[in-house]
C-alpha cells in the first residue's frame, strides 16, 4: 500500500498551517457580518452552499486539466463516510449549542480540542507526543483559555449548553482523529467532498424546513437580497468549509494531531486581533501577553523534534497488515502441503 501524497517540505506545510489558522480567525468575523441578516441555521445552510459551489467548480476544473486522479479500488468508503460525519455532527451540535450557550462560552470549552484530540488519539490510534509537545500544548491550551476569559465581557454558563459545547468539541476532535488515520489511503479533497456533500442536505433542508414551518419560506431567501451577505457567504463556504477542512485533512496528513489541533485554537487570536483590526475592538494588555505565549506555544509544538515510530496506527498501515498476514496464510498452506507431500513419500520409500 502506498501513500497516497509525498510528504512535503517543512515550509509548504507550515504556509498551509498558517492559511489554516487565519482562515479559520476570520470566520468569526465573517460570521459576525452575516448574523446582521440571518440566524445561526440559515448561515450554515448557506455556508454549505457555498461550499457545495465551489466543490463542484474545484472538481470540475482538475477534471478539465487532466488531474483527476485515478482511485485504487478496494478502499474501505466506510473510515471516510465515519471521517466526514464526525464533522457534521460537531457543526450539529455546534449550532444546538448556540440556542442555550453563548460564543464565550463556546470558546471556552473549544479551546480544548487539542486536549481531547491527543486523549482520543493516544487511545484510539496509539500516537505517543514527547514531554516537550505536552508542555507546549499545555502552554497554549491555557494562555488561549485565559485569552478567552479576560475578554469575556459576560460568563453566565449554561448547564445544558455546555453539555452540548463539550459534545462537539469532542466530534471535532474524532474528525482529528480519524482524519489522522486515514491519512495514507484518502486524499485530503475526498475528505473535504465527503463533508460538503453530506453537510449540504442537512442544514439546508433544516433551514428550509424550519422556514416553511413558520409558514414564511420566503424568509430563508431574503437574506440574498444583501450584497454583503453573499460574499461573507461566500467566504464563509469557501474559505472556511471548503479550504479549511482541506487544510486539516493536509496537515493531518503530514503532522501528528497535537501539532495540527493546536493551529485551530490558535485561530481564536487571529479572530480577536481581527476585531480589533477591523472593527476597532480594544486591545489591552493580556491580549499582547496571551497572545505572546499562545505565538510561543504554537512555534515551540511545531518545531519539538517528534519520533516519527510514534505517529500512531493508519488505515493504510493497517490494510497493508492485513494482506500480508493473508499471503502468508495462503504460502503457509502451500508449504504444510508440500511438507506433508514429502512426508508420504518419504513414508512411502519405506
Given at each position: 500500500m502506498t501513500d497516497v501524497q509525498r510528504q512535503p517540505g517543512k515550509w509548504k506545510l507550515y504556509g498551509?498551517?498558517?492559511?489554516?489558522?487565519?482562515?479559520?480567525?476570520?470566520?468569526?468575523?465573517?460570521?459576525?457580518?452575516?448574523?446582521?441578516?440571518?440566524?445561526?441555521?440559515?448561515?450554515?445552510?448557506?455556508?454549505?452552499?457555498?461550499?457545495?459551489?465551489?466543490?463542484?467548480?474545484?472538481?470540475?476544473?482538475?477534471?478539465?486539466?487532466?488531474?483527476?486522479?485515478?482511485?485504487?479500488?478496494?478502499?474501505?468508503?466506510?473510515?471516510?463516510?465515519?471521517?466526514?460525519?464526525?464533522?457534521?455532527?460537531?457543526?450539529?451540535?455546534?449550532?444546538?449549542?448556540?440556542?442555550?450557550?453563548?460564543?464565550?462560552?463556546?470558546?471556552?470549552?473549544?479551546?480544548?480540542?487539542?486536549?481531547?484530540?491527543?486523549?482520543?488519539?493516544?487511545?484510539?490510534?496509539g500516537e505517543k507526543s514527547t514531554l516537550l509537545q505536552n508542555v507546549f500544548m499545555v502552554i497554549t491550551v491555557a494562555a488561549l483559555l485565559t485569552l478567552v476569559i479576560l475578554n469575556a465581557t459576560d460568563i453566565d454558563?449554561?448547564?445544558?449548553?455546555?453539555?452540548?459545547?463539550?459534545?462537539?468539541?469532542?466530534?471535532?476532535?474524532?474528525?482529528?482523529?480519524?482524519?489522522?488515520?486515514?491519512?495514507?489511503?484518502?486524499?485530503?479533497?475526498?475528505?473535504?467532498?465527503?463533508?460538503?456533500?453530506?453537510?449540504?442536505?442537512?442544514?439546508?433542508?433544516?433551514?428550509?424546513?424550519?422556514?416553511?414551518?413558520?409558514?414564511?419560506?420566503?424568509?430563508?431567501?431574503?437574506?440574498?437580497?444583501?450584497?454583503?451577505?453573499?460574499?461573507?457567504?461566500?467566504?464563509?463556504?469557501?474559505?472556511?468549509i471548503l479550504l479549511s477542512a482541506q487544510f486539516m485533512s493536509y496537515m493531518l496528513a503530514h503532522m501528528q494531531i497535537v501539532q495540527s489541533t493546536v493551529f485551530n485554537s490558535a485561530s481564536t487570536l487571529v479572530s480577536i486581533i481581527a476585531g480589533a483590526l477591523l472593527l476597532g475592538e480594544p486591545l489591552y494588555w493580556y491580549h499582547y501577553l496571551c497572545g505572546a505565549v499562545i505565538i510561543v506555544g504554537v512555534i515551540g509544538l511545531t518545531l519539538a523534534p517528534a519520533d516519527a515510530n510514534n505517529s500512531g496506527k493508519s488505515l493504510g498501515g493497517s490494510m497493508d497488515r492485513e494482506e500480508s498476514t493473508s499471503v502468508n496464510d495462503e504460502a503457509g498452506i502451500g508449504i504444510d502441503h508440500a511438507e506433508n507431500t514429502d512426508e508420504n513419500d518419504q513414508g512411502s520409500g519405506v
Open positions: 498551509v498551517a498558517i492559511a489554516f489558522t487565519l482562515t479559520v480567525g476570520f470566520s468569526f468575523f465573517g460570521i459576525k457580518k452575516c448574523a446582521l441578516y440571518a440566524d445561526s441555521l440559515e448561515i450554515l445552510a448557506y455556508r454549505y452552499i457555498a461550499a457545495l459551489i465551489g466543490v463542484v467548480i474545484w472538481l470540475a476544473a482538475r477534471r478539465m486539466m487532466g488531474k483527476d486522479s485515478v482511485k485504487a479500488p478496494g478502499r474501505p468508503k466506510f473510515h471516510l463516510y465515519q471521517t466526514a460525519a464526525f464533522y457534521i455532527l460537531f457543526m450539529i451540535f455546534q449550532v444546538v449549542a448556540m440556542f442555550f450557550a453563548t460564543s464565550i462560552e463556546g470558546a471556552i470549552v473549544f479551546t480544548m480540542v487539542p486536549i481531547f484530540a491527543k486523549i482520543i488519539g493516544r487511545t484510539v490510534l454558563l449554561n448547564v445544558k449548553g455546555l453539555i452540548l459545547m463539550v459534545i462537539s468539541s469532542i466530534f471535532m476532535a474524532c474528525n482529528n482523529v480519524s482524519a489522522r488515520y486515514i491519512r495514507d489511503v484518502f486524499r485530503p479533497i475526498e475528505i473535504t467532498r465527503c463533508i460538503v456533500m453530506g453537510g449540504f442536505p442537512i442544514f439546508t433542508v433544516a433551514a428550509l424546513a424550519r422556514a416553511a414551518y413558520r409558514g414564511n419560506i420566503a424568509d430563508f431567501f431574503e437574506p440574498l437580497l444583501h450584497p454583503e451577505f453573499v460574499v461573507w457567504a461566500l467566504f464563509l463556504g469557501i474559505g472556511c
